[in-house]
């Protein structure tokens, strides 16, 4: 293999490698929130109806087999778990687990 050769295949896995490392950083880190009351769709609809207006929220996917709701926020932001935990609160209903990006929390979080 040639030096020209070898230079341009190291170009092309760097550029490959910097585009991966690019995309991922791009894909906003979702957050899981575990309620045990949740029980019903029309339960698991309401707390996912409440959590996308939180600031930075972009989507809350609710899975009540899994008794989970999933919220993907927006690019480039990250919302409060604090917040989260208390949109869910709201709906008189108690977050058991959340874990995200900020960490994993069994209480409510403090900021």
Do not use: H, N, Y
Request: hydrophobic content about 40%; aromatic content about 4%.
């Amino acid at each position: 293999m040639t030096t020209r050769m070898r230079w341009m295949a190291a170009l092309a896995v760097a550029l490959v490698v910097g585009a991966w490392q690019a995309a991922s950083a791009a894909e906003p880190k979702p957050t899981t929130i575990t309620i045990t009351e949740m029980d019903c769709p029309s339960c698991a609809k309401k707390i996912a109806d409440k959590l996308v207006k939180v600031e930075g929220v972009a989507q809350a996917e609710a899975d009540v087999k899994t008794k989970t709701v999933k919220v993907t926020p927006k690019p480039g932001l990250a919302p409060s778990p604090k917040e989260l935990w208390e949109a869910v609160e709201k709906l008189e209903k108690t977050p058991t687990r959340l874990d995200g990006p900020s960490g994993v929390f069994t209480t409510k979080p403090k900021a």
